[in-house]
């Protein structure tokens, strides 16, 4: 399975450039998908993407670090769509808990709807220390994966709707349960994503809630 790049083309890009560099970005995630970012090479990426040569990936994103840079890009994109999607409507930006709920709820079913995008991101975590890819890579994954909520969870601290914890380390532990759901659906496709969203919302609403007198 390959995934389907859906973008705008970048500033001073033809359609043409920008539809090849799209087809280049997808048959990197479905590369990195199948064989985990290590084994992701220039030759795999233009066998996948039924390139003529490996120069053509040059070309166009001049090294291995900003075809990386642009993989992250994309998948944050996807990903963002993915939960501005299924929140709009659906929370009050002033509802902490709601929001709270939702996050968990859409991050458990990210896992299910784009699951190539989810191995990209965990792979590119495990392999921050590749010289040769984006040295800005970790930045970014920590705040896709970390410090988005952990400022969600201190604002709601500040608004007196959220206990007494640290925001940084129930902002991992929230980021391991969902781990853990993703290592669950490796061996278990038919696992309830749905039941398995809502029960660790449950579990960090009660966690986080603030005690009343």
């Given at each position: 399975?390959?995934?389907?790049?859906?973008?705008?083309?970048?500033?001073?890009?033809?359609?043409?450039?920008a539809?090849?560099?799209?087809?280049?970005?997808?048959?990197?995630?479905?590369?990195?998908?199948?064989?985990?970012?290590?084994?992701?090479?220039?030759?795999?990426?233009?066998?996948?993407?039924?390139?003529?040569?490996?120069?053509?990936?040059?070309?166009?994103?001049?090294?291995?670090?900003?075809?990386?840079?642009?993989?992250?890009?994309?998948?944050?994109?996807?990903?963002?769509?993915?939960l501005?999607?299924?929140?709009?409507?659906?929370?009050?930006p002033?509802?902490?808990?709601?929001m709270?709920?939702?996050?968990?709820?859409?991050?458990?079913?990210?896992?299910?709807?784009?699951?190539?995008?989810?191995?990209?991101?965990?792979?590119?975590?495990?392999?921050?220390?590749?010289?040769?890819?984006?040295?800005?890579?970790?930045?970014?994954?920590?705040?896709?994966?970390?410090?988005?909520?952990?400022?969600?969870?201190?604002?709601?601290?500040?608004?007196?709707?959220?206990?007494?914890?640290?925001?940084?380390?129930?902002?991992?532990?929230?980021?391991?349960?969902?781990?853990?759901?993703?290592?669950?659906?490796?061996?278990?496709?038919?696992?309830?994503?749905?039941?398995?969203?809502?029960?660790?919302?449950?579990?960090?609403?009660?966690?986080t809630?603030?005690q009343?007198?």
């Amino acid at each position: 399975m390959q995934v389907n790049v859906e973008r705008q083309p970048e500033i001073g890009l033809s359609v043409t450039e920008a539809a090849r560099r799209a087809q280049i970005i997808g048959a990197t995630i479905a590369t990195i998908g199948e064989l985990g970012y290590a084994k992701t090479s220039f030759a795999r990426i233009k066998e996948r993407a039924g390139l003529s040569s490996t120069r053509i990936i040059s070309y166009h994103f001049v090294n291995k670090a900003g075809l990386m840079q642009s993989v992250l890009s994309t998948v944050a994109d996807i990903k963002g769509q993915f939960l501005a999607g299924r929140a709009e409507g659906r929370t009050d930006p002033a509802d902490r808990p709601g929001m709270l709920r939702e996050y968990i709820e859409s991050e458990v079913a990210f896992l299910g709807a784009s699951p190539e995008c989810v191995r990209v991101l965990i792979e590119m975590g495990a392999n921050t220390d590749d010289r040769e890819g984006w040295s800005m890579a970790e930045p970014v994954l920590q705040d896709l994966r970390i410090w988005g909520i952990t400022r969600q969870l201190t604002q709601g601290q500040r608004e007196g709707v959220f206990g007494e914890f640290s925001p940084e380390i129930m902002a991992m532990a929230i980021r391991h349960a969902v781990d853990g759901v993703a290592a669950q659906l490796a061996t278990n496709p038919a696992l309830d994503l749905e039941r398995y969203g809502r029960e660790l919302a449950d579990l960090f609403e009660r966690t986080t809630k603030a005690q009343t007198a």
